[in-house]
């Protein structure tokens, strides 16, 4: 069992290893921002602790992050316990951001997939459907990137195994386009 310190340490490295991302983090900012200011919206869509981060991410757009602004349009795509049980049970998992994507993007919005291992299928599929009507793609992963590269435009995989520290890194980055995105669009 680590202690404290230690995992704290681990979390320290991963963030300082996060300086080999910065390239595609900032362009995917700036894909966010260029989205939002030609008239376009965020889709986001993760399992688990990423579907938290799609949550997080999407309220700090809508409802303010560090400056009160007009709300940015973003919808997390994992938040409608209607549809995510009544697709889940009447059609199946794998589909279940893929039906949303067909249902609310359009060319000019950007779909965030995020999956730590870049190997859920829902993620993988709801980036292909995203790719197929004319939405960018941002992927965030972790480990080796897994199967979703290929249907991104952008992809930032944190170089990390440890589910954790990807979680981590993946809000870290999240905040800091919530920052970007508030200083580069209208208020």
Sequence with gaps: MKTFISVLADHRAMIDNLASCNTEIEAA???LVKTLNQGGKILLCGNGGSAADCQHIA???VVRYEKDRVAMPALALTTDSSVLTAHSNDVGFESLFSRQVEAFGQ???CLVAISTSGKSPNIIKAAQVAQQKGLAVIALTGGDGGQLPPYAN?????????????QEAHIVIGHWWCGWI??????
Excluded at 182 to 187: I, L
């Design 29 to 31: 900012g700036n894909l």
């Design 59 to 61: 309220a700090e757009l």
């Design 107 to 109: 060319p000019g919005d």
């Design 154 to 166: 952008i992809t930032i995989v944190v170089p990390s195994e440890v589910t954790a520290r990807i």
């Design 182 to 187: 508030e200083g580069h669009c209208p208020a």
